[in-house]
Structure formats: C-alpha cells, structure tokens
C-alpha cells in the first residue's frame, strides 16, 4: 500500500487504498465515498477524512492566497534542496500560479472546504492544506480530496 506522507509534517494524508489521478503532474485528486457510522448505520463521513483524523478549518480567500504563496515558496525551497531539476521546478511554479487561478474562481471556490491533520492545527502549522472539493456526480456530490504532488512523497506499508 502506498501512504501519502506531507513532506514536512511526516503525518498521513491519503493512501493508494482511495482511487486517485494525478492531474497536470501537479495536484492528486483521491474520490472520496461515504462511511457508515454510528450505531444506526447512518452515512455520516467520507472515507479520507475519517481515516487520517483531518480537521476541518475555515479560511477567507485572503487568507488561503496568503496560505498558498507562503507554502509555495516553502515547496519551492523543498526542491531546490532536494536537488529539483530548473525545469520541474518552474513547471512547479507555472503549474501552481495557473491551479490557483482557477480554485480561486468564485464558482469553484464555493466547492471547496479546507482540512488539517489533528497534529498540524497550532497557529503557524507546517504542513499541507487538505483542499476538499465537491463536485456534482452520480447520486450527488462527491468529495475529492486535492494534495499537491511536491508536497507529499510517497511510503510503502
């Protein structure tokens, strides 16, 4: 099994277990689908959110683009440290710079949610935002879980 690590927390994010794409070489998309909880059996949770404890938190979009540029510049120095080729690093950059444009379309930005592991919730947290986007689908919404690609490596269980 595969666990998607964030490169800088070292908790998990997701795993191989959640059907998932890499779009763009840039973001993994993982399909969420609902658990049952609860004594009743009621459908309560999404899979990624109940089995990595993710906490979700609520951001302003002035404090997710301020959120995106600092952790950008911080995958960024990440690269360049782990010897990053010129090239992968600025197709980081013009990557990153065209997905943010389009999240932050007021359409799509009242798709998303915003989640934390429990371990990264103290006032400055070191770790990737979980980006959780709904979108229309077969029975209704479906929750994607997005994580960009250089702010993760991946471990084998």
Known sequence: MLIFKDVFTGEALSSDEISFELVDNLIYEFKGSYVSGGVEGT??????????????????????????????KKVLVYLQCAGGRGQDIDNFKKGMSEWVARIMDEDRWNTLQFY??????????????????????????????????????????
Do not use: H, M
């Open 43 to 72: 459908i309560n949770d999404i899979d990624f959110l109940r089995k990595y404890q993710l906490v979700e938190v609520i951001l302003a979009k002035s404090e997710f683009k301020g959120y995106i540029q600092r952790y950008s």
């Open 116 to 157: 934390r592991t429990k371990g990264d919730l103290q006032e400055n947290p070191e770790g990737q935002l979980c980006i959780v986007e709904w979108r229309d689908g077969e029975g209704g919404a479906v929750p994607y879980l997005l994580l960009i690609k250089e702010g993760v490596k991946l471990d084998i269980a």
